[in-house]
């Protein structure tokens, strides 16, 4: 794939659904949907671009968290049930009910994605057994996800000061 044909994918990529991501029909069995991700997984890895200018980087940097978000999703059977009912209605990404009606606010500092979600719940609670290291890399991970979450990056920022304290 050519440069600007990655360009291209990644400012389409928050529009396709994630079995046109993966290139599966959505009744794939796991086993294809692993093929499949591991395949496009290799095709955008971002270490493969190291060397390439910083917005081929950033494209493939995108796509690589999409393909990582996809088969989270599909490969969960109760979320890829709730991402297909969402799917027909129109909602392209994955979206978990929560269970009270939150302010925008509230979503932003938890995590945009289930990915960046999970991981800062998982360093919140690193933190509070004292393990700062693991919770530095949680927030590491969590920010893999959502790079513009300012939220993460000053509890980040705290824990790394923290610790060399």
Do not use: C
């Amino acid at each position: 794939m050519t440069g600007a044909e990655i360009r291209a994918l990644a400012r389409l990529v928050d529009r396709m659904d994630y079995y046109r991501l993966l290139r599966v029909d959505q009744e794939a069995s796991l086993p294809k949907i692993r093929v499949a991700y591991r395949r496009a997984r290799r095709q955008f890895h971002p270490d493969a671009y190291l060397s390439a200018e910083p917005v081929l980087r950033d494209a493939v940097d995108l796509i690589a968290r999409r393909l990582i978000e996809a088969y989270m999703v599909l490969r969960n059977s109760g979320q890829r049930a709730a991402y297909n009912k969402g799917l027909s209605e129109g909602k392209v990404r994955y979206q978990p009910e929560s269970g009270a009606e939150g302010g925008r606010d509230g979503r932003v500092q938890e995590g945009k994605t289930p990915q960046g979600r999970r991981s800062f719940s998982l360093a919140l609670a690193e933190e509070r057994g004292g393990n700062l290291g693991q919770a530095i890399a949680h927030l590491k991970m969590a920010l893999t996800f959502e790079r513009s979450n300012e939220h993460f990056r000053e509890k980040l920022v705290a824990l790394q000061q923290a610790q060399k304290s």
